[in-house]
């Protein structure tokens, strides 16, 4: 069965680096598009990152210039690289993916990222 397994989370101070990984299990179809979300206490989840099968990337206003994402397609994998850590960067970041002809959507289990001052 098809699962995105995260891990790289933790805690780090304010201008601080993280990098997370999402390993793409199981999957039969191809991955399309694959990227990272991430939800704070009381706010919506919102789209931080993403990268196309062919290297395509977009990314928010508030990371841009700080987080790249970069996806290995041989190994299934997907990354986040974090610099420049703010403390309102502080979420819960959870992996997803689009597969197959019609984008069926998968999700990971989530990371906590947490940043202090």
């Known amino acids: 069965q098809a699962r995105l397994v995260e891990s790289g989370g933790g805690l780090v101070q304010a201008g601080g680096s993280l990098r997370l990984s999402c390993a793409a299990l199981?999957?039969?179809?191809?991955?399309?598009?694959m990227g990272w979300y991430r939800q704070a206490p009381g706010k919506e989840r919102e789209l931080v990152a993403s990268?196309?099968?062919?290297?395509?990337?977009t990314s928010s206003d508030s990371v841009r210039g700080r987080f790249t994402v970069s996806r290995d397609n041989a190994k299934s994998t997907l990354n986040l690289q974090m610099n420049s850590l703010k403390p309102e960067d502080t979420a819960v970041y959870y992996c997803?993916?689009?597969?197959?002809?019609?984008?069926?959507?998968?999700w990971g289990q989530g990371t906590q990222v947490t940043v202090s001052s």
């Open positions: 997803y993916a689009l597969s197959g002809l019609y984008n069926t959507k998968y």
């Open positions: 199981g999957f039969i179809r191809s991955i399309n598009v």
């Open positions: 990268i196309t099968r062919d290297g395509t990337t």
